[in-house]
């Protein structure tokens, strides 16, 4: 017996070291050291041992399962430093190469000009308040004093997901949910995406942003307003901007009216980018209809507010000096490297 186990040690010991992969080596394991390898069958063949000799035999066959064992983990150990050895010399970096240059992205346009506005605002105490881009047609028409027959809510203009749910067109509709809330006085912006049945085209899109400010106090004026908005127009366009309003006409708001701002590019004087006028429109502004504010249940009698609506893109636009809006959409980064 003592012959015979010397025999497998010296067999095993004689692969494990001729042996070259890591994947030999478990084969040699599973060869001696298996269920099925010979030192197991060693171990089987003990009932043919006499009594009294079976703890030496036994001794003996864990004695030569250790010495297997110790060679497979010092080859084992070889073949693992081996491969890291490899794998860092593959790795290897050499430090004299020029590194690559990483391209770093930016801001949109349309999100720095937004930046822009909502600093001016939030510096004025403005909150800035988010709504939901799917309205129902009473927030987006009805409660701003839109009737069913008025042409706005015409199929044309408008996205319907049903009769009742549309893609809003404004975000007039935010205005009307901050005031149902009933936490008076309002000072606030509505930033975000609108929706109208608009062919694309170098100033219209179905889809573009809008900004919708609403002051309601109980001594809002007209004044209040045009003061507001020409701290604005300087704020975003320069110091020497002037404003102009003109009469108009929304229905959720009386009076009303549309401001003009000094073309910065020519002083006023008229020039290509305000083709010759001097003036250039930013955006619809009026005091709150008072039947707006009563069908939210605030007392038209006590409380007055004013209203305004920017177009983001066309701050953008001018901001820039950008003269065909599908430019801010189509991820050109030759374009967009400009900002």
Not at 72 to 93: D, G, H, N, Q, V
Not at 124 to 130: A, C, D, K
Request: include cysteine; proline fraction near 4%.
């Amino acid at each position: 017996m003592k012959d015979r186990l010397e025999k497998i040690v010296q067999g095993a010991l004689s692969q494990i070291e001729s042996s070259e992969q890591l994947d030999k080596l478990n084969e040699i394991k599973i060869a001696y050291l298996g269920k099925k390898g010979e030192l197991t069958s060693v171990l089987k063949s003990m009932k043919d041992v006499a009594a009294e000799d079976r703890p030496k035999v036994g001794q003996m066959v864990n004695d030569a399962r250790a010495a297997i064992e110790k060679e497979m983990e010092k080859k084992k150990a070889f073949f693992e430093r081996k491969l890291r050895e490899e794998k860092i010399k593959s790795e290897t970096i050499d430090v004299t190469l020029p590194g690559n240059v990483r391209r770093m992205g930016h801001k949109h346009p349309n999100s720095i000009a937004l930046d822009d506005v909502e600093n001016i605002f939030i510096g004025m105490g403005y909150q800035v308040i988010e709504g939901p881009e799917v309205e129902y047609d009473y927030y987006n028409f009805e409660a701003l004093n839109i009737p069913a027959n008025h042409p706005a809510k015409d199929e044309q203009d408008t996205f319907y997901i049903t009769e009742d749910i549309v893609l809003r067109t404004q975000t007039s509709s935010v205005q009307v949910h901050e005031m149902e809330k009933g936490n008076l006085p309002i000072r606030m912006i509505a930033p975000g995406r609108v929706f109208r049945s608009d062919e694309v085209d170098a100033t219209h899109s179905p889809s573009f942003n809008q900004i919708e400010g609403l002051v309601i106090d109980e001594s809002a004026t007209f004044a209040d307003l045009k003061g507001t908005l020409a701290e604005f127009a300087k704020k975003m366009f320069g110091e020497a901007t002037k404003v102009r309003f003109r009469p108009h006409h929304f229905p959720f708001t009386e009076p009303s009216a549309e401001m003009d701002v000094s073309c910065f590019k020519c002083g006023g004087s008229g020039c290509r980018f305000c083709k010759g006028e001097g003036w250039i429109e930013i955006l619809g502004c009026g005091m709150v209809h008072p039947r707006v504010l009563e069908m939210r249940d605030i007392d038209s009698e006590k409380y007055q507010g004013f209203a305004f609506g920017i177009g983001l893109e066309r701050i953008a636009l001018l901001k820039y000096e950008i003269d065909d809006m599908r430019l801010l959409y189509e991820n050109d980064v030759r374009f967009l490297e400009q900002f």
